[in-house]
Structures are given as structure tokens and as C-alpha cells.
T-cell receptor
Framework: GAVVSQHPSWVICKSGTSVKIECRSLDFQATTMFWYRQFPKQSLMLMATSNEGSKATYEQGVEKDKFLINHASLTLSTLTVTSAHPEDSSFYIC???????????????FGAGTRLSVL | GQSLEQPSEVTAVEGAIVQINCTYQTSGFYGLSWYQQHDGGAPTFLSYNALDGLEETGRFSSFLSRSDSYGYLLLQELQMKDSASYFCAVRVYNAGNMLTFGGGTRLMVKP
């Protein structure tokens, strides 16, 4: 089945530093990747959608200069939280959808998430 | 935009059957998905309905009524491991595979 790897799974950083989160599709070509933020016991809030080779589309209220997204290849997207502050502490999850002979359509495959704690 | 409503919490006992409802309001509706998420884990795909009717996959089934803007997830022969959050999510036309998620239903299965 389709596998999406997200790294790191957990990161603690000091306020003001930047943190990069990687999302890789391991066995399929991810034409589209999505980045979500999730607070405890709440739903997944879409932050941005990225298509390989083009600029990400950010949801309303998400600062694109704060959350830098790069989707440079069909298997890798990165989210960089720049100048992180305690209010950025959250669970960040990526997902991917794409094409392939064994890949089901209409499905997003999720990474395991990254728990970010900013001190 | 889209909005989805589902109950925040449901409790059931092992071996029972539970139904989690989802109503949605959206324009350009394309399909309804269900995802399961255990605490601290990744959401995993359960089912997808684009047409009216029931889709069955093992102990889980999902139903859609497009005319009623309504769907449900049915879990049979509940097991303790089914304790998790369940999210319905809508897909709309001209948005690719982008999903809008409901608030999630926390299912607690008791012995």
C-alpha cells in the first residue's frame, strides 16, 4: 500500500528558531501534498496544498512567510516553520495523493505527524 | 465553503454496533470519505462514497445519501482497538483530492 513518511516525529526547539519537517511518499508519485495542523482533540485544519513544481496554495489565515512549503519533487515536500514561537506548538501532519497503477484514487495518505513544541 | 457536522463523542460496548452520522453543507459535492485516527497517530483511510448507497468493507460500512447531504459510518462487532476518533471529510469538484474535515467523533469502546 501507499506509504508516506514524515520526519521528525517530535521536535523541541527554542523560540525564534526555524524547524523543517519533511514528508516523503515512499512508493508512489505524490502529485499533490497537503499540510495540516491539529490541536489536541480537534479536527485537522488544512494549512496549504502544494503541487510538485509550483507554489503552494495557502488557506485563509495561514501566513505563507511563516510556514514555508517546498514541493520540489514528486516524492518530497517540506514545511519550514520560521522563527517559531510557543503559539506555533502543535501537531503537524502531511498527506499525499497521486497516481499509480496500484494507488487508489480519491484518497489522501497521511504521514505519522510531527509534534512541535516551542519553548 | 463547506461545513460538516458529526457528534463529538460516542460510547459503546464491545461487540455492539455503532453508527456515526455526518451531515454536510457544500456546493459542488463530489464525495464523502471517512478516516480513523488513534490518539497521537496518523489518520488512516476507511472508506469513500461518491454515489448513494452502502459500501461495506469488513466490519465497517459507510453510507451516503446525496439528496439528504448525509452519510454515516457503521462499525459492527466493536473491539477495544476501535476506540479512536473518526472524521468524515468532503471532496468537492475542481479541488482535486483536497478534503475538508468534520470535527471528528471520539468513539470509546468499553468492555
Amino acid at each position: 500500500g501507499a506509504v508516506v513518511s514524515q520526519h521528525p516525529s517530535w521536535v523541541i526547539c527554542k523560540s525564534g528558531t526555524s524547524v523543517k519537517i519533511e514528508c516523503r511518499s515512499l512508493d508512489f508519485q505524490a502529485t499533490t501534498m497537503f499540510w495540516y495542523r491539529q490541536f489536541p482533540k480537534q479536527s485537522l485544519m488544512l494549512m496549504a496544498t502544494s503541487n510538485e513544481g509550483s507554489k503552494a496554495t495557502y488557506e485563509q489565515g495561514v501566513e505563507k512567510d511563516k510556514f514555508l512549503i517546498n514541493h520540489a519533487s514528486l516524492t518530497l515536500s517540506t514545511l519550514t516553520v520560521t522563527s517559531a514561537h510557543p503559539e506555533d506548538s502543535s501537531f503537524y501532519i502531511c498527506s499525499a495523493s497521486g497516481t499509480g497503477s496500484t494507488l487508489a484514487k480519491n484518497i489522501q495518505y497521511f504521514g505519522a505527524g510531527t509534534r512541535l513544541s516551542v519553548l | 465553503g463547506q461545513s460538516l457536522e458529526q457528534p463529538s463523542e460516542v460510547t459503546a460496548v464491545e461487540g455492539a454496533i455503532v453508527q456515526i452520522n455526518c451531515t454536510y453543507q457544500t456546493s459542488g459535492f463530489y464525495g464523502l470519505s471517512w478516516y480513523q485516527q488513534h490518539d497521537g497517530g496518523a489518520p488512516t483511510f476507511l472508506s469513500y462514497n461518491a454515489l448513494d448507497g452502502l459500501e461495506e468493507t469488513g466490519r465497517f460500512s459507510s453510507f451516503l445519501s446525496r439528496s439528504d447531504s448525509y452519510g454515516y459510518l457503521l462499525l459492527q462487532e466493536l473491539q477495544m482497538k476501535d476506540s479512536a476518533s473518526y472524521f468524515c471529510a468532503v471532496r468537492v469538484y475542481n479541488a482535486g483530492n483536497m478534503l475538508t474535515f468534520g470535527g471528528g467523533t471520539r468513539l470509546m469502546v468499553k468492555p
